[in-house]
């Protein structure tokens, strides 16, 4: 278990489930969070069922999917993952959202990402950490980089949402670009 100030990130359980279904069936969490991703969104019960049971056998050594929980009550509000972790390669892909809409823009996220970041560059040998999001996300995108993540290239007019076309924009951080928060705690 990684633990801040404002949240908790543990194993994904069964229980879950639910919290996962309601957030990948609401369209603003799926716009924030994935616009033009249709591995996110809408899904059905049998559906998020089946990937559950495969994201329940996750081995952690290359990829895990983590609830975020408030530190508060425990109360489930969102996921965090890393996944194509190359210990090798020294590279691995993040993913957090926050799917509770009361907790977005409160530091919930940022926190469990910087909680997923101290981790993954504590216990692997790896040199970068990549993710991405999409152009009109400007929340997204000052909360990356605030934590260090620069800015590496665009998929120019990568997502469509709405009728507008936007650029998926992919940020990486390099190891010595991390300053860990002196207690652990982000």
Same mark, same amino acid.
């Given at each position: 278990?990684?633990?801040?100030?404002?949240?908790?990130?543990?194993?994904?359980?069964?229980?879950?489930?639910?919290?996962?279904?309601?957030?990948?069936?609401?369209?603003?969490?799926?716009?924030?969070?994935?616009?033009?991703?249709?591995? #996110?969104?809408?899904?059905?019960?049998?559906?998020?069922?089946?990937? #559950?049971?495969?994201?329940?056998?996750?081995?952690?050594?290359?990829?895990?999917?983590?609830?975020?929980?408030?530190?508060?009550?425990?109360?489930?509000?969102?996921?965090?993952?890393?996944?194509?972790?190359?210990?090798?390669?020294?590279?691995?892909?993040?993913?957090? +959202?926050?799917?509770?809409?009361?907790?977005?823009?409160?530091?919930?996220?940022?926190?469990?990402?910087?909680?997923?970041?101290?981790?993954? #560059?504590?216990?692997?040998?790896?040199?970068?950490?990549?993710?991405? +999001?999409?152009?009109?996300?400007?929340?997204?995108?000052?909360? #990356?980089?605030?934590?260090?993540?620069?800015?590496?290239?665009?998929?120019?007019?990568?997502?469509?949402?709405?009728?507008?076309?936007?650029?998926?924009?992919?940020?990486?951080?390099?190891?010595?670009?991390?300053?860990?928060?002196?207690?652990?705690?982000?």
């Amino acid at each position: 278990m990684l633990e801040g100030d404002l949240v908790r990130l543990r194993a994904l359980r069964a229980d879950d489930a639910e919290h996962h279904l309601r957030w990948r069936n609401d369209p603003e969490v799926v716009r924030w969070a994935a616009a033009g991703d249709p591995c #996110f969104g809408p899904v059905t019960a049998e559906g998020l069922a089946i990937a #559950f049971e495969s994201m329940l056998r996750l081995v952690p050594l290359k990829e895990a999917v983590l609830t975020i929980e408030d530190r508060t009550d425990g109360r489930p509000i969102g996921m965090a993952d890393y996944r194509d972790l190359d210990p090798y390669g020294g590279a691995a892909t993040l993913g957090v +959202t926050i799917g509770e809409r009361a907790y977005w823009g409160r530091g919930h996220g940022s926190q469990a990402l910087a909680l997923l970041v101290d981790h993954l #560059f504590g216990a692997y040998p790896l040199r970068r950490l990549e993710l991405d +999001t999409w152009s009109g996300n400007e929340r997204a995108l000052r909360a #990356f980089t605030r934590l260090g993540f620069q800015e590496e290239g665009r998929r120019r007019q990568a997502v469509q949402l709405a009728g507008h076309y936007y650029d998926r924009v992919l940020l990486g951080l390099l190891r010595e670009e991390w300053k860990p928060a002196p207690t652990g705690r982000a």
